[in-house]
């Protein structure tokens, strides 16, 4: 969450989300310690949204900025074959198609184009990798491993 958005108790959010219907009116979120139910949503650019919850006044939203927002994981049956969600992603362990280990994911940039993992490890120094099939060979959520095929100059 950013701030408080006017005064009407609105929330100006970032979203972390990949998922469209994150927000949906009549949906529950954590915020703070505490359920709240969605009672508007209004989507900006930049990721950002202007989030409206049930009963929270203007200085009750004061008191969450900086807070974080949890909504519960839905079903992921409406991907597609080889598309993920980043929530899935993140955490996952590199592998090149040598076997060599990289690290793992810890960011996601979006870009115009195409996705860029953010890989990091203890010892190495950050690569990034567009997620694209000429790069990303099979991800396999199962076993938490991403194997990889390095092209020259994304070392």
């Known amino acids: 969450m950013l701030r408080p958005h006017g005064l009407d108790g609105i929330l100006r959010i970032q979203s972390l ?5 994150r927000f949906a009116v009549g949906e529950s979120l954590t915020v703070g310690d505490a359920s709240r139910i969605i009672d508007s949503h209004q989507a900006m650019p930049n990721g950002q949204a202007l989030l409206g919850l049930r009963d929270l006044n203007p200085s009750a ?5 900086g807070e974080w927002i949890f909504a519960p994981v839905g079903p992921t049956d409406d991907l597609l074959p080889g598309e993920y969600y980043h929530y899935q ?7 090149t198609d040598e076997g060599e280990d990289l690290g793992a ?3 996601i940039l979006v870009t115009g184009s195409n996705d ?7 010892s190495g120094p950050e690569i990034l990798l567009p997620a694209i099939s000429q790069v990303i060979q ?8 991403i194997v990889v095929h390095l092209l020259d100059g994304l070392r």
């Open 105 to 107: 994911v810890r960011e």
């Open 138 to 145: 099979r991800v396999d959520l199962e076993s938490g491993t």
């Open 17 to 21: 989300s990949d998922n469209p219907n």
């Open 61 to 65: 939203a004061q008191s969450l900025a």
């Open 89 to 95: 992603l993140i955490g996952l362990s590199v592998l």
């Open 116 to 122: 860029v993992y953010v890989v990091k490890s203890e």
